[in-house]
């Protein structure tokens, strides 16, 4: 990202996304759900450059290789490791898979994004919501660009946001369902929506002069809205609880980009936040593990039964705010950037970095799709030689057996 208090605002969102699942204090969680994640939809708007932007095939190949590759790389790592899991007791043993239900979520996961497993693999779907979110928007954008009636960069973004919010409420409304996309397309569609929100605040965002007065307005309506309108971003949602989302997620992401822009550029703080920050994909990715881990601590040293381990991420141990939280938070926020500093030297080491990975599953893909293109020019022209010769056999047995002849 550009702006480095905007990676900064990332980060911080990430580690409370982290603490909102793993805390033990309900009040605490429900509130930091409220609004981390569309929050953070609307910091990785926020970086939609138009330079970028206007590079179409530069913004897809990015999108491929940050969000929908290590999507698959994770995916099919926690697939392959379901069945040992489950025989460990780390996920429910009722979830053995089979041959064939394997190969399916297999398929699922390369070819529209689902399958994965969903104990292990949770917030997964934040993936998907950001690939198509942002190949979405790129698409929505590129279509305005085109359009004479928008005439500078201000007007084509607001349309951006006016168009996905009408794609949203339509969808809320008339209860229609993204064909292919898991879970309908309405997260999907509040991904865009807030996506889109991030990337018109980012022409203002000079412009704008956010004083104290204004921080405790916004600190205020927050906390208002949790008390009086508490939501989260589900799987459906109605009108009424999809309009809730938007006040708590704007004005804590004005408050989060404004406590972050606090900071200098050299303070631990702020290089803190930004290493977390762009390190996003491997704590999506890694954060259920992470707290897995720290349940099985948990069970170790205490009375708990192993068989909590697979019904929950987070065994809880007592009530209120315990030495287990903190745990919970070290093992949920330090196991993915820990997996972040084994691939990173694994890349040094042997050159095993995301781009490879592209590369392979590129070419992979291509010899799979040139193949198919043959075997069917193949088939075809089989099929057109057959048909060709069982009218050959016709029209001769017909002028065989011609009555005229006789």
């Not at 429900?30 to 450059?49: H, K, Q, R, T, V």
């Not at 979520?105 to 919501?129: H, K, L, Q, T, Y």
């Not at 980009?257 to 704590?283: C, I, M, N, P, W």
Request: proline share 2%; glycine share 6%; net charge neutral.
């Amino acid at each position: 990202m550009k702006s480095n208090s905007l990676n900064m605002a990332k980060g911080l969102l990430l580690i409370l996304f982290v603490l909102s699942e793993c805390t033990s204090i309900p009040d605490v969680g429900g509130f930091l759900a409220m609004f981390c994640l569309p929050a953070l939809f609307m910091a990785i708007g926020s970086a939609f450059d138009t330079a970028l932007l206007q590079n179409k095939t530069k913004f897809i190949k990015r999108c491929f290789r940050r969000i929908y590759i290590p999507f698959v790389v994770f995916a099919l790592i926690f697939l392959f490791l379901h069945n040992l899991l489950s025989w460990i007791g780390v996920v429910s043993h009722d979830s053995i898979y089979t041959w064939a239900k394997g190969n399916q979520n297999a398929w699922s996961i390369v070819w529209n994004m689902s399958g994965f497993d969903e104990e292990m693999c949770g917030p997964f779907w934040i993936f998907r919501a950001l690939f198509l979110g942002s190949v979405s928007y790129l698409v929505i954008y590129s279509l305005c660009k085109k359009l004479s009636y928008f005439t500078d960069e201000k007007e084509v973004r607001w349309a951006v946001v006016t168009i996905s919010a009408l794609l949203l409420i339509w969808q809320v409304l008339s209860g229609v369902k993204v064909t292919g996309v898991d879970g309908g397309g309405y997260r999907e569609l509040m991904a865009l929506f807030f996506m889109a929100c991030g990337a018109l605040y980012n022409i203002y965002r000079n412009e704008l002069r956010i004083n104290w007065i204004w921080i405790l307005v916004l600190m205020m309506l927050l906390v208002a809205s949790y008390l009086l309108m508490p939501a989260q971003l589900e799987m459906q949602a109605n009108i009424f609880e999809t309009l809730k989302l938007l006040l708590p997620t704007i004005a804590a992401f004005l408050l989060i980009d404004t406590f972050t822009s606090l900071f200098d550029d050299e303070s631990a703080v702020k290089q803190s936040l930004r290493h977390v920050g762009s390190r996003a994909v491997y704590v999506i990715a890694c954060i259920v593990a992470g707290l897995k881990i720290a349940s099985m601590l948990v069970i170790a040293f205490s009375s708990a039964a192993w068989t909590e381990l697979e019904k929950t991420n987070v065994v809880k141990i007592g009530d209120g705010f315990s030495f287990t939280d903190i745990l919970y938070f070290i093992f949920g926020l330090g196991f993915p950037l820990l997996v972040c500093y084994i691939f990173n030297k694994l890349d040094v080491r042997y050159h095993m970095d995301f781009a490879k990975i592209v590369e392979f599953i590129v070419s992979l893909l291509k010899f799979i799709l040139v193949t198919l293109f043959k075997f069917v020019v193949l088939l075809f022209h089989f099929i057109v030689d057959l048909a060709k010769g069982i009218a050959s056999v016709i029209r001769d047995f017909w002028k065989a057996s011609n009555p005229k002849d006789d």
